[in-house]
């Protein structure tokens, strides 16, 4: 992409404008929620979200304080995207492993609702997240 002088201006305009607030997110993003986990097991979906695509933002998944029941604790979860088709089977959009912190499912690229699946747990059967962000 070619960027001409005039939007670099305003490009830096724009972080100027970002660097006077306070709390800078970790992603930009078009949409985030925060919420929690209590003892989810495999195969549990987390709530949709609308992803009207309408910028290049990747859809990331935060971990933050991961609790799991095994013997040797947490050490990571995998995560599915999916994207929700009525009257069709949900179109994977790719596995992340998360160890708990921030995983990155690249720019969907497709308008729709989506959610995430608890598709592996190391180690143990329960696993809590007492934080979790969801950005896209
Ligand atoms: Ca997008």
Redesign the pocket.
């Known amino acids: 992409m070619k960027i001409g002088l005039k939007s670099l201006a305003g490009a830096m305009a724009g972080a100027a404008l970002l660097g006077a607030v306070s709390v800078i997110p970790a992603h930009a993003a ?1 949409g985030q929620f925060e919420s929690s986990m209590t003892g989810w097991r495999v195969g549990d979906e987390s709530r949709r979200w609308w ?1 009207n ?5 990747y859809t990331g998944i935060y971990f933050s304080d991961c609790i799991s029941d095994g013997g040797s604790g947490f050490n990571q979860a995998s995560l599915r995207l999916w994207k929700e088709v009525s009257s069709a089977p949900d179109r994977s959009k790719g596995i992340e492993i998360n160890y708990c912190g921030w995983v990155d499912y690249g ?3 497709d308008r729709g609702n989506y959610y995430f699946e608890l598709t592996d747990i190391h180690s143990g059967t329960f696993l809590t997240v007492k934080y979790v962000k969801v950005a ?1």
């Open positions: 078009e992803d695509n309408d910028t290049w933002d720019d969907p690229d896209w």
